[in-house]
Structures are given as C-alpha cells and as structure tokens.
C-alpha cells in the first residue's frame, strides 16, 4: 500500500531553485535512501513532505490517516519532563494518565478513603491504557539506545546534545509509525546501537526514507537508493554501493549519447552554413527546420562532481623514529566512575589505529591521554618518540573560532598568509566565492568540519589524532579522507563510529569496553571476525530416558519417521522447484544477454536525427540491463543453495 506520494516537487531560496521535478512514492515494507552532496537539498525535501515547509511547485502527499515519524539532525525537544515521559511524548493518553496517577499517588499519602479511591481508579484507567506495557516496551528501547534505568528519571534538560539526538530517534521510533523519515540517524550512535537500529529497521513493516552518510548503514538497510539533483530524482533499485558503480556507467552512456547528437548537430550545421546559399538551399533549409524540431539530449547531471573535488593533502614532513608512543599504566575516572585502568599500548611508525567502544566507554578520553591532553588526576605514562609533528582533530570542532571568518581562521596557523593565499588553500576544500569571508557561527556542520581539517593540514604533520573526523563529511569528502589516510606516510590514531571509513583506513583496532581495553591486531573486518565470532560451548549431556510403554516408544518413533519423510519430501519438491527455476532464469539471461548486445550495438549506429527513438531505446536498454543484472543476482543465489 502506497503511503507517500511526491509528484513534481520544486523548491528553491531567494529565486535559485534547489530542485525540481521531483517525482516518487514509497509503499509499506519499502526502504530507500535519499542521497546527494551536503545543501544539495535532502533535509530540505524531508522538511517538504513533513509539511514543515510549502513546496514552490508539485505536491507531497502522505496517505490519510497515515501515522508518520520525522528524525531531524536539530534534536528539536521540550526541556521540560524527564526522559520517560520524553519517550511516552507519542502517546498523549498515557502521557496525561501517568500525569494524573503521580499526582494521585501524592495525595494518597494523606490516607483519606477519597484519595486512595481516586487513585485506584486512575491505576485501573493507566492499565487499561496499557500504561505499564508501554513504559516496559520504552525502557527495552531506550537501553537499546543506551540509556540505563537512571537515566529514565534524568531531566530532559540535563542531557547532552548527543543524549538528546538518541532521545528524539526514541521517540520517533516508539510510536512504530506507517512512514519514518530519518535524517542522519546514526549521527550520535556508537557501532553497537547502529546494528540494533539497522536491525530494527530490516524488521519494522513501515515505508522508510533516510538521509545519512554511513555507506555501510545504507548498504544493510536500503535495497532503493535515491539521488537528488537539481533537475529530479535519479531512482535505482540497488543498495549504494552498486548504484554507485551503475550511476557513472549511465553517466558515460549519457554522455556518449550526447556526444553523438552533438556531432550530429556539428556536422548538419556545417553543411547547412556551405549549402545555405548555393544550388543545395533546399536540402540546407530542410536540415535547419529538422535541426529546429530536434529533441536536444542536455548534458548528465553529475551531483558528486563538484563534492569530489575537494582535495586533502598532507605536507610533507619529518620521519619521526619507529616507536611513536609508549603508553604503560594508563588510568582515567570521569565523574566517579573509572574508565580504564592498567592500560598499556606500544604504537610504531606507519601505524593506523583505530579505537571503538560503546557510548560514554572512555574512547575519546584515551585518545586525549595518549594525544597530551588528558586531566592532571590521569595516571600512566606516554613517552613520545623523536621528531614528532603532531596534529589534533576535535569532534567538537573546538580548534575552530566561530568568530572569526575562514581566511581568518586559517591566517592563525599561517601568518604569512595573505586573504588571497587563504582563499586559493580554502578552494581546495570547497569554500569558493565569499564563503570564506563568512564568519564561521554561520556555517554548518561539515563546513566547519571541513574548515577544521584544512587547519589540521596546514603544517606537516607525522602524528594525528582524529576524533570522529566524518561526523559531518558527506560522503565524498569521507571517501577522500580515507584516501587521504591510507596514502599518508605518518601515524594515525582515530575514534571513529563509521564502519566502511573504519576498514577501509585501520590497520589495528583497540576496544574500549566496560572498562577492559583490548588490542586486536588487524583491520576492522579481522576485529568484527574476533568480536562476532560465536562462542563454542560443550554441548550438554542428554539426561537419561526413563523407560517408557512399548507403545508409546512406537508411536513416537513413527511419527518422528513420518515427520521425516514429510521434511524429505518437501526438500525434494523445493530443490526440483529451484532447479526448475535456475534453468528458466538461464534462458531468461540469455535471452536478455542477446537483445541487450542487439541494443547496444544499433545505439553505436548513426541515428539519422531520429533522437527522439535514440532516447528511447536508451531507456529500454538501461531497464533491460537492470533486469539481467536482477536475474543474475537472483541465480547466483539459487545455484549457491543448491549446491
């Protein structure tokens, strides 16, 4: 069942449209991610189909009667109550009814028989309501969302902004609404709280639209995968990583397409300005009214383009020796509780660590004592290497001044530098025109992300201690980063929550749990192996049989045969019904295969003009070829289970 419709969005700031054309739906059961460069508009259009904003053209509509969800980045909630009543906020009856039974259990203190009468009433009413499911289902939640049962009874107000955004995704996903709309949702979650949402997600029966920037969250969840771009929506039914690859095969043949019909249109110009005027004018005029009625095929919009050119390099440094940091004893306590104790950590030249760990473990505060910038009541050692250049990545950007411009904040690294020798380094990260004579309480999170790594680059660096460095990156500047890293011919240690930034850069792994720190040597994948890998128990002993009637011993052993003959038939009638299946999907790709070359080589052939029938063949191509590739999958998978 369809429960949201957008049919011909548009919207724009100040007379530059953002986006248009935007046409989808999304059905019960659907998953999709809604992905493009950061401002090219997706919390923009979230806000479009949660009626927060009017569209300039188009229409949203969410189905009647459909309850729907909305997770916004600005964690927008009341300070007042305590977190419990924060996460019931969905449920008004409850909300009121728990209101209600506290103010009676108060006046029930006084023992009068109307007071305690009153009472029983509103706990009769509270039950009914089912008051005490919802508090239990709520407290399962929250701890999920790492909350412990102290932190029910917190004031909202007290919690911190990470705290907040895990509040608000509770809320919203408490209710179990017929359509959630979530934008970055992963942005405060530590990696276990990530697979419990991705898994919750898998299950929830809803329709799903989601903003985020973590590949491997989008890659688990999101089998449709949505591009926004100025002229429309580019829709693929694919996870990111394959639409990835399939979205610039299209883009080539696009702008082969283009290519060709520009050739085309050269070559008939050419021939219409020689023959305009001579004995050919006819065919000249003809040609030029051909031309005039010409379905022009535009150039393919490429959204990633002009992300990706951020460029992040390091300058070249000292060689600092082999052994980097010495840690030994390392021991830290923050508000009363200890974090880690007797922690020893050897990290040689080349290395990349990364450090990972539950909310509130200890990562950061590690990462601060091996950095220099632990607490005076800290204990252990940390003895620095020779020749260290070290560089420090804050995830609360505290290394960045918002009250200064950019040019400014980069002119306090380098002094020498002039505004224009400021503005040409900035360009490199993608503050073109005035934005780097913004001042930077204006900017939005991965801008100033983006303005704190290109002060962290501005001297050589051979040491680097990163602090959640993708938190606001989109997904080209993180991909960038990565490379960055992997090349770089120095150290890093990094806290991280990015599962795809984690493997692709790590070398090693420290965890950081329940206050025990372990060193997994290897990447991230050989920590996942270690961390997930199954615990081999001993199999209990059966507990002796007591002897039993002759008949009954008979009739059980017939029916276990039964049961098991039925189970063999039925594998039988499913491995016929598979392989049945696999040699009609063969003669399905085979078929698809050879159109699909047909196609494409009359696409190589001059078209004559006839653009309009290019286009759609194009079209038909692409279809097909999607189609193949579905067979394919879809083989691969049977023929796997058969064997």
Not at 218 to 238: S, W
């Amino acid at each position: 069942m369809t429960v949201l419709q957008v049919a011909d969005l548009r919207f724009g700031y100040a007379g530059d449209t953002l986006f248009e054309n935007v046409t989808f739906t999304l059905a019960l059961g659907e998953r999709a991610a809604l992905v493009a460069p950061n401002g090219a508009g997706k919390s923009t259009l979230l806000r479009l189909i949660a009626k927060e904003i009017e569209p300039d053209g188009g229409m949203s509509v969410i189905k009647k009667e459909t309850t729907f969800g909305y997770y916004r980045q600005s964690h927008e909630l009341a300070a007042k109550g305590d977190v419990l009543g924060a996460f019931l906020s969905g449920f008004a009856d409850v909300v009121r009814l728990r209101e209600e039974l506290t103010l009676a259990q108060e006046n029930a203190g006084s023992g009068e028989a109307r007071a305690l009468e009153h009472l029983a009433t509103v706990t009769d009413q509270y039950h009914l309501a089912r008051g005490d499911e919802l508090e239990r289902e709520v407290a399962i939640l929250a701890h999920k969302l790492g909350f412990t049962d102290a932190d029910l009874a917190r004031p909202v107000a007290s919690l911190s902004g990470g705290e907040r955004g895990r509040l608000q995704l509770g809320v919203v996903l408490s209710q179990e609404p017929q359509l959630l709309l979530l934008d970055e949702p992963t942005n405060h979650l530590d990696l276990d709280t990530i697979g419990w949402l991705e898994s919750w997600l898998v299950r929830y029966r809803g329709a799903v639209l989601v903003v985020s920037h973590d590949r491997q969250f989008l890659d688990n969840l999101c089998p449709t995968t949505m591009e926004l771009g100025t002229r429309g929506l580019r829709v693929y039914n694919q996870k990111y990583s394959d639409y990835a690859v399939l979205r610039q095969e299209d883009l080539a043949r696009e702008r082969a397409l283009m290519e060709r019909q520009q050739s085309f249109i050269d070559k008939t110009e050419d021939f219409i300005r020689k023959n305009i005027a001579g004995q050919k004018t006819k065919q000249a005029q003809s040609r030029r009214k051909m031309l005039d009625k010409l379905d022009r095929v535009d150039k393919p919009e490429d959204v990633w383009q002009v992300a990706e050119k951020i460029r992040f390099r390091f300058a070249p440094a000292a060689r600092s020796g082999d052994i980097m940091l010495d840690c030994k004893g390392l021991h830290a306590a923050r508000g009363g509780r200890a974090l880690f104790a007797g922690v020893e950590i050897l990290v040689r030249r080349g290395e990349r660590i990364g450090v990972v760990g539950p909310n509130g473990s200890g990562k950061t505060t590690l990462l601060k004592l091996l950095a220099g910038r632990g607490l005076p009541a800290d204990e252990g050692t940390v003895k620095r290497g020779t020749n260290l250049q070290e560089g420090y990545f804050d995830q609360h950007l505290g290394e960045v001044d918002p009250t200064l411009t950019a040019v400014d904040n980069v002119r306090t690294v380098r002094g020498d530098f002039t505004v224009e020798a400021a503005r040409q380094y900035l360009a490199r990260f993608r503050f073109w025109g005035d934005d780097p004579l913004r001042v930077v309480s204006g900017f939005s999170g991965g801008e100033r992300s983006r303005l704190a790594l290109a002060k962290l680059l501005l001297e050589p660096r051979n040491l680097l201690f990163l602090d959640e460095p993708t938190n606001h990156l989109d997904i080209p500047a993180a991909e960038i980063l990565e490379e960055a890293l992997v090349g770089f011919d120095g150290t890093v240690i990094l806290v991280s929550h990015d599962r795809r930034f984690l493997e692709n850069v790590t070398t090693r792994i420290v965890s950081v749990r329940d206050g025990v720190v372990d060193i997994y040597p290897g990447g991230f994948k050989d920590y996942v192996a270690a961390h997930l890998a199954p615990v081999k128990k001993e199999e209990p002993r059966p507990a002796p049989r007591k002897k039993e009637a002759t008949s009954s011993v008979t009739r059980d052993d017939e029916r276990a045969k039964k049961q098991s003959y039925e189970a063999q038939r039925q594998a039988t009638r499913d491995r016929e019904k598979r392989k049945r299946r696999v040699e009609e999907l063969e003669g399905l790709i085979a078929a698809g295969e050879k159109q699909l070359g047909e196609l494409r080589d009359t696409l190589k052939e001059d078209p004559g003009g006839d653009w309009a029938k290019v286009a759609k063949m194009a079209a038909e191509e692409q279809a097909l070829s999607k189609r193949v590739d579905a067979m394919m999958a879809e083989w691969t998978k049977l023929s796997e289970t058969r064997g």
